[in-house]
C-alpha cells in the first residue's frame, strides 16, 4: 500500500525575527513532509520574502494568503494542501527532528484519526526558565485519556478536519481546543505522542506573560470554556483574602494560606529542580522566589481577561449565536474538558 500523503501546515504573521528557525526544522524532519503549506496572514514585516527565499531556494513549501485571525489562517492553509494527513505547527516554534514522523505514526498505522503531540520550553533566561516551570508542565504529569491536541503540535486526517468543519474562524482563542473538542465528540480515535516535541521560548517578561493569560482567558470567556475552573479561582483568590483579613484575630489563618500557598508552588519548584539540577544557589533561589510571582499575576490576568470575554460574548450577537450553536452540538460536561490550556498547572 502507497504511503499516505502528509502535509505539513502552518499559519504566520509577522515572524520574520523567528520563521527561518522553524522552516530549517521543517526541513530537517526524519520524515520528510510531501509538502509544506505556510499560511501568510497579512505580514507587514519581511516573512513572505523570507518563505518566498526557501521557495526559491528548491524547498518544497507553497507559500499561500488569506485569513484575519489564527483559525481562518490554518483553515486556508489546510485548504490549499493536498494531503491525507494534515501535521500543524506554529510560527515561533522548533520542531524535533523527530517531531513529523512521531506524531503521524497513529494515524500511518491505522490506530488512531488524531494525535497530540507535546511541547517543552526553551528558556533564554532565569525568568524565562522560572516561567516554563511555572507554566508547563512534564509529559508524565499529563492523562493522555484528558488531553486535546494544540494546534501548535498536532496531526488528524483530513477527512476529520472536513467533517468537523475546520477550526472555528469566530474564536480568535482556544480555537484548537474547540476544534479537538469537536473532533472527539464526531467520534475521531485520538492518541498522545508525548515525544513528539515541539519547542518554544516562554514570554520574556511579566508584561508579556501577562497580555498571553489574558487574552487565552479571554478566549475561554468568549467560548465559554472552563467555567468551573474559572469560578473556582475566583473562590480561592476570595477565600485567601478572607483569611488573611481574618488573621489579625486568629493568627491560625496565615497558616492556612501558607499551607496553600506552598501546595500551589510544589509542581514548579519540583520541575525548576528537575530541568536545571545544576543551578547554582543564588539563582536557584531568585528563581524560586518568581514562581509565586508568576503564579499570581498569571492567574489575576485569567480573572480579569475570563469576564472581559464573556462580556465581548454578550455584546456580539453574532458571536452569542456562533457559540450557542457550537455548544448545542456539543454534549459535554465540565469534568469531560479537557487539561487547561498549554497544560498549565
Known amino acids: 500500500m502507497d504511503a499516505p500523503y502528509i502535509s505539513l501546515v502552518c499559519t504566520v504573521r509577522d515572524e520574520a525575527d523567528n520563521i527561518a528557525e522553524l522552516i530549517e526544522s521543517m526541513l530537517a524532519q526524519s520524515l520528510s513532509p510531501d509538502e509544506i503549506v505556510i499560511n501568510d496572514c497579512q505580514s507587514r514585516d519581511a516573512t513572505p520574502q523570507i518563505i518566498a527565499g526557501y521557495i526559491a531556494a528548491g524547498a518544497p513549501i507553497r507559500l499561500v494568503q488569506g485569513g484575519h485571525n489564527i483559525p481562518s489562517g490554518r483553515n486556508n492553509a489546510i485548504r490549499h494542501a493536498r494531503g491525507a494527513i494534515i501535521a500543524c505547527t506554529d510560527a515561533g516554534l522548533r520542531l524535533d527532528p523527530h517531531w513529523l514522523e512521531r506524531i503521524t505514526a497513529p494515524i500511518r498505522e491505522g490506530a488512531a484519526d488524531v494525535v497530540g503531540g507535546f511541547f517543552r520550553p526553551a528558556?533564554?533566561?532565569?525568568?524565562?526558565?522560572?516561567?516554563?516551570?511555572?507554566?508547563?508542565?512534564?509529559?508524565?504529569?499529563?492523562?493522555?485519556?484528558?488531553?486535546?491536541?494544540?494546534?501548535?503540535?498536532?496531526?488528524?486526517?483530513?477527512?476529520?478536519?472536513?467533517?468537523?468543519g475546520g477550526y472555528p474562524e469566530w474564536a480568535d482563542h482556544c480555537e484548537d481546543v474547540l476544534f479537538a473538542l469537536a473532533l472527539k465528540r464526531l467520534g475521531f480515535r485520538f492518541a498522545f505522542a508525548p515525544d513528539a516535541l515541539v519547542f518554544f521560548r516562554p514570554r520574556s517578561s511579566l508584561a508579556a506573560f501577562a497580555r498571553q493569560y489574558y487574552f487565552y482567558a479571554r478566549g475561554d470567556g468568549v467560548a465559554g470554556l472552563w467555567t468551573l475552573r474559572h469560578a473556582i479561582r475566583y473562590a480561592t483568590y476570595g477565600a485567601a483574602a478572607t483569611l488573611l483579613m481574618a488573621s489579625r484575630r486568629h493568627p491560625w489563618a496565615l497558616a492556612v494560606i501558607a499551607t496553600g500557598a506552598a501546595a500551589y508552588v510544589r509542581a514548579p519548584l519540583w520541575r525548576l529542580h528537575r530541568r536545571a539540577p545544576a543551578l547554582d544557589a543564588a539563582s536557584a533561589l531568585r528563581a524560586a522566589l518568581l514562581i509565586p510571582l508568576i503564579r499570581l499575576v498569571g492567574d489575576v490576568a485569567k480573572m480579569i481577561g475570563y469576564p472581559a470575554g464573556v462580556v465581548q460574548r454578550l455584546r456580539s450577537t453574532s458571536l452569542r449565536r456562533e457559540v450557542a450553536r457550537y455548544w448545542k452540538d456539543a454534549p459535554l460536561q465540565q469534568h469531560d474538558l479537557p487539561n487547561e490550556r498549554h497544560a498549565s498547572a
Open 123 to 164: 528558556p533564554r533566561s532565569l525568568f524565562e526558565l522560572a516561567l516554563g516551570a511555572t507554566n508547563y508542565r512534564e509529559a508524565e504529569e499529563i492523562d493522555p485519556a484528558r488531553f486535546v491536541p494544540f494546534g501548535k503540535s498536532c496531526a488528524f486526517r483530513r477527512e476529520a478536519w472536513e467533517r468537523a
